[in-house]
């Protein structure tokens, strides 16, 4: 974990005292659009926070604030005690991984390592270091001299992702940076993201994909049309609006000793929803209830979305 | 300054790492250049010379004097071929004509020998007047051969040893006769001593001698028949050109400059459409940094082209008259088109649009200053119009600098200007830059 102490060379606060990101009331327009209408929350230092939303939710005008890259209209945003994202001392804590691939293409990869490196004020020995650091990091050791445009997507995702960290930031915020990437490159950009929530590190995550938020946010914001529908844990969302589990299975045959079945029964199908799921299936086994096939859906995240929108994710 | 000059070294690892565009600044630029000073042919050269080839079967120390003599002149270029080579290539056109020296040259050349030097003469049948142009410079250069013997004691008294000899062994010469010829040959000894003595003198002393006679056919004088040309016009500025390349490269470095402005605008909006300048804008580092990088890595590639460009012509026969005016010249360039660069950069959203429109004004921007028609030859009322073009100041700095004479005042004019516009470029492009990015 670290401290705004180490992050800003302030004194006078201690881990789990006062959020890391604190934004208030955030807007932002383009034009007649209204990219982001009035966003406020906040992250606690070491936790990974989701923003979900379909695109054209305001994720990505979000982040591009947070990171200082445009101006809000209105509205504030805090970093630890480093103050605004315009200042350089916040910057320099900060890590972007864009979801455009943000790299130079007839670079190599550790000459764009090297170079925004540079641009965080490393130099030297330190430079060579994280350079390397990073270049282990994307699993591109091997390849450090190879220009970019000779990548593979998936390694160019990699790479993009060790640029933001390359000068060890303690805020990460990563736009959607799984987004065109093979299943395996995928699973090995989660495993890295894993291990910088391991290392403490805070982390800010947009995507619009469901699992993705499950698997490693904290919390999750669910955004859409530029607001902030509600915020809270996974489960406490999937609580709130994800509904009941529902329960389909094929029965074996009739149920004997006049056992009363629960939901719809169309012939030998059945299907009920439940908030105990497992333990009525018990229940029903127990009472000599048998099934040929039995899936158990329970609620996720598409629903928590289309409870709070009436539309899909995807949509 | 360390993350400005970082920014600047990246764009151009970029731009060398980008052959096209590379060929835009560097190679174009060259090609025009070349192409240009060849089209001018001989402005600016003072002589015409003659291509031969010699073809020296003798090689004695006669013959070999004849071809320097010849060389000396500086009306001939010699090629030294074989008999079959060098009737090749009158046969084909590629040289004026061939001078045979044919075994015996050495033999015959000289006073006493009885018999003159046989010299064989093959001329182009379609370069007549330049074949009796030859023609004349050969019987000039063994003239002053012949001629060139007696300004040598050492050969002057080999010449009165072999008369001496004759007449002693002539048994027919009267007796009155032999005093008077024996005083001639005493009085040509007394006259060869003093002679090599004044020299051996003049040579201790460490000065150039004047002793011994001096011999020529004629003493021909050039005199100007040529009307006095009216200050700043056409002919007076022709009057200053010493080489064929000095218009043509002040004209190609434009193209060269023109190609790093369009290629550093793009660049910006690549960076912008790439998500690179994203990635600037969140790093600890200023938009004037930024820009600055950008406007730095244009400036140094500028600087670039011109010094090579100056370089090459350098190497091929251009005199600039002053470098430190070329420094000048370039300095303000450098900060015209950077400015320019910026301001083109914020014309379009994408690669295509920006590259479009800032080769666009390029080609305006030459067309009316000079890069296509060189200002030397432009009519009055283009002239005026050119004016209006950045290109026109540039080429007009570069030409002050290398052949036009410019004092330091007359070069305030151009490099003010092209200054002046950077300035306001710059700016105007560094503030539609920042309003972009928000």
């Known amino acids: ?315 | 300054m360390r993350t400005v000059f970082t920014m600047a070294m990246k764009d151009l690892r970029l731009i060398s790492r980008d052959w096209l565009g590379m060929f835009f600044i560097i190679g174009f630029p060259v090609m025009i250049g070349l192409f240009f000073g060849a089209m001018f042919g001989s402005v600016g050269e003072k002589d015409v010379t003659l291509t031969v080839a010699v073809v020296d079967e003798d090689d004695s120390t006669a013959s070999r004097q004849f071809v320097k003599e010849l060389v000396a002149s500086g009306n001939v270029d010699v090629e030294k071929l074989d008999r079959t080579a060098a009737m090749d290539s009158v046969r084909r056109g590629r040289l004026v004509g061939m001078i045979g020296l044919p075994k015996g040259f050495g033999e015959s050349t000289g006073f006493m020998t009885g018999k003159a030097p046989k010299i064989e003469l093959g001329v182009d049948p379609s370069r007549k007047a330049e074949g009796a142009m030859l023609n004349g410079i050969i019987l000039q250069t063994v003239g002053k051969s012949m001629f060139g013997q007696f300004e040598d004691p050492a050969t002057v008294r080999k010449y009165v040893d072999q008369l001496r000899g004759d007449i002693t062994n002539r048994e027919k010469i009267p007796a009155a006769v032999q005093p008077a010829v024996t005083q001639l040959t005493e009085s040509l000894d007394t006259l060869l001593a003093k002679w090599e003595e004044k020299i051996a003198s003049d040579k201790k002393e460490g000065k150039k001698t004047d002793a011994g006679p001096e011999f020529q056919l004629a003493r021909i004088e050039k005199i100007d028949v040529a009307h006095k040309a009216e200050k700043g016009s056409r002919d007076d500025l022709f009057a200053h050109l010493r080489s064929k390349w000095d218009i043509s490269f002040p004209q190609a470095m434009m193209w060269g400059v023109l190609a790093c402005a369009a290629g550093f605008a793009i660049t910006i909006v690549r960076e912008r459409k790439q998500g690179t300048l994203l990635r600037l804008q969140v790093a600890p580092i200023s938009r004037t940094q930024i820009v600055a990088g950008k406007a730095l890595a244009c400036f140094i590639a500028v600087i670039s082209v011109i010094a090579m460009m100056m370089l090459l012509g350098t190497w091929l026969g251009m005199r600039p008259r002053s470098p430190a005016l070329v420094a000048l010249a370039a300095v303000s360039i450098a900060v015209c088109f950077v400015g320019i660069m910026v301001a083109m950069s914020v014309v379009g959203k994408s690669e295509e649009s920006v590259s479009g429109a800032a080769w666009t004004g390029n080609m305006l921007m030459a067309m009316f200053g000079g890069g296509m028609v060189p200002l030397i030859f432009m009519p009055a009322f283009m002239l005026t119009l050119s004016s209006a073009s950045p290109v026109k100041w540039s080429i007009l700095a570069l030409e002050g600098a290398i052949w036009r004479d410019f004092s330091l005042g007359e070069m305030l004019l151009p490099c003010g200007l092209l200054v002046a516009i950077g300035v306001v470029f710059f700016a105007i492009g560094s503030v539609v830059l920042s309003r972009s990015t928000n």
């Open chain 1, 1 to 315: 974990m670290f401290s705004t102490k180490e992050v800003c060379g302030q004194d006078g606060w201690l881990p789990g005292d006062a959020p890391m990101i604190e934004v208030h009331e955030l807007r932002k327009s383009f034009g007649p659009t209204m990219a982001v209408a009035g966003v406020s929350f906040s992250v606690r230092p070491g936790e990974t926070f989701g923003l979900l939303g379909p695109n054209g939710a305001g994720k990505s005008t979000t982040i591009a604030m947070l990171t200082g890259a445009i101006a809000p209209d209105g509205g504030s945003i805090r970093l630890a005690d480093c103050g605004a994202p315009s200042e350089p001392a916040t910057r320099r804590v900060i890590g972007v991984a864009p979801q455009t691939l943000s790299l130079y293409e007839e670079l190599t990869a550790a000459e764009n390592l090297k170079f925004f490196g540079r641009m965080y004020g490393l130099t030297g020995a330190k430079l060579a270091e994280r350079v390397e650091w990073a270049l282990a990091f994307a699993e591109l050791s091997d390849r450090r001299g190879s220009r970019v445009n000779t990548f593979s997507g998936g390694m160019k995702r990699r790479l993009n992702l060790a640029v933001a960290l390359v000068h060890e930031p303690q805020v990460i915020f990563l736009d959607e940076p799984t987004a065109g990437v093979d299943p395996q490159s995928r699973n090995h950009i989660f495993e890295r993201i894993e291990q910088l929530r391991g290392e403490g590190r805070t982390v800010v995550y947009t995507t619009h994909y469901m699992e993705e938020a499950q698997r490693l946010c904290d919390r999750v914001a669910i955004m859409d049309h530029g607001k902030i529908l509600d915020i809270d844990t996974i489960p406490a969302l999937l609580a709130k609006y994800g509904g009941r589990a529902v329960v389909k299975g094929e029965l074996v045959g009739p149920p004997r000793n006049g056992v009363k079945l629960p939901g719809v029964v169309d012939g030998s199908s059945l299907r009920f929803e439940s908030e105990r799921p497992l333990e009525e299936i018990a229940e029903l086994s127990a009472a000599g209830v048998a099934f040929q096939t039995l899936e158990v859906a329970r609620p996720d995240l598409e629903a928590v979305f289309l409870s709070l929108t009436g539309r899909s994710l995807r949509d």
